[in-house]
């Protein structure tokens, strides 16, 4: 049972350039969430799914975009990165009041 | 969504027992109280959950007045693997899809 896994654990990419974070999760839970985690702060909701085939903004969507391709699956694009997007992304799946979350993608944009 | 304002951060030697609270002011009838854990460079870990009253397990207890608008999370004997940042959550298990962190308390366990 593995849980909420994330690929890749780490990235680089340079202004401007697109990629897609992957997230899979095991547990048949019905809801999915994104968020990002600067330096030092909390974390922020970008995007969520409360089930499969819907998806909807959180609090710093912009820049992103969001695919439930499945119940399993959540995916994040960055279309076209800058440097303001440099965090740590957590991917995570809920079951009433208690979330489980993956070990995260460290993205750095240059 | 129930907005929760936590200290940013408290210091607390090993061994000693420390309370964080919690105050989420506008709380839903049916609301419930979740804090999670958080180690640098890891994703949050679910701590423990509670509605009314007082709820223990393993790891900490969670106390609730009856008014509801507060919480206090209690950490019993902290070590210095304690030292993390803990977060408060409210919302309805069953119908908060927008699952919203706080900035946390940042503990510190001193030796």
């Known amino acids: 049972n593995a849980g909420v896994t994330q690929t890749p654990k780490f990235q680089v990419l340079k202004t401007g350039q697109s990629m897609t974070l992957q997230c899979a999760q095991d547990?048949?839970?019905?809801?999915m969430y994104w968020y990002r985690q600067d330096p030092g702060m909390g974390l922020r909701l970008i995007y969520y799914?409360?089930?499969?085939?819907?998806?909807d903004k959180g609090e710093v969507p912009n820049g992103y975009n969001v695919s439930r391709l499945n119940k399993r699956e959540f995916s994040l694009r960055l279309e076209s990165a800058a440097p303001s997007q440099t965090s740590v992304y957590f991917c995570?799946?809920?079951?009433?009041?208690?979330?489980?979350f993956g070990q995260g993608t460290r993205l750095t944009v240059v | 969504l129930a907005k929760t304002t936590q200290p940013i951060s408290m210091d607390s030697y090993e061994g000693q027992e420390v309370n964080i609270t919690c105050s989420h002011n506008?709380?839903?009838?049916?609301?419930?109280i979740t804090w999670y854990q958080q180690f640098p460079s890891q994703g949050p870990r679910f701590i423990i959950q509670?509605?009314?009253t007082k709820v223990t397990n393993e790891v900490a207890s969670l106390f609730i007045p009856a008014d509801r608008k507060s919480s206090t999370l209690s950490l019993p004997r902290v070590s210095l693997s304690d030292t993390a940042v803990y977060y408060c959550?409210?919302?309805?298990?069953?119908?908060?899809?927008?699952?919203?962190f706080g900035t946390g308390t940042r503990l510190k366990v001193l030796a």
């Open positions: 995570a799946s809920r079951k009433g009041s208690e979330a489980f």
């Open positions: 547990m048949n839970h019905n809801s």
């Open positions: 799914s409360a089930s499969e085939g819907t998806t």
């Open positions: 506008n709380i839903a009838t049916n609301d419930y």
């Open positions: 509670g509605y009314k």
């Open positions: 959550l409210v919302g309805d298990p069953s119908g908060t899809y927008k699952y919203i």
